[in-house]
Nanobody, 124 residues
Framework: QVQLVESGGGFVQAGGSLRLSCAASGRTFSTYAMAWFRQAPGKEREFVSAIRWSSGNTLHADSVKGRFTISRDVAKNTVYLQMNSLKPEDTAVYYC?????????????????WGQGTQVTVSS
């Protein structure tokens, strides 16, 4: 089992920045990739960014390219999401997820473990 704990959410004005963190514990040695998804009220959970754990290769949704950056600290078993130039449409609960095997990283169904989520609210 892997436990994921997110932190760093909050309230920010449009154009501002936030950094989310997700600390993993448990059987983390088998992690293939970690990712961030988000879910706004009344909408489905959507992919934001992913990072392959061993290589550090990243993948971002078109809606956040150039504004968000995903990174990881292998020693700390932690993944980060740096969010810049935030927009009101970025408002959502942000979830951290991890997967053990090669998968379609943009699909929520591919992930094995999920955190509890952290709220990000961007005011206009």
């Amino acid at each position: 089992q892997v436990q994921l704990v997110e932190s760093g959410g909050g309230f920010v004005q449009a154009g501002g920045s936030l950094r989310l963190s997700c600390a993993a514990s448990g059987r983390t040695f088998s992690t293939y990739a970690m990712a961030w998804f988000r879910q706004a009220p009344g909408k489905e959970r959507e992919f934001v960014s992913a990072i392959r754990w061993s290589s550090g290769n990243t993948l971002h949704a078109d809606s956040v390219k150039g504004r968000f950056t995903i990174s990881r600290d292998v020693a700390k078993n932690t993944v980060y999401l740096q969010m810049n130039s935030l927009k009101p449409e970025d408002t959502a609960v942000y979830y951290c997820a991890s997967v053990r095997t090669i998968s379609a990283l943009m699909r929520a169904e591919a992930y094995d473990y999920w955190g509890q989520g952290t709220q990000v609210t961007v005011s206009s």
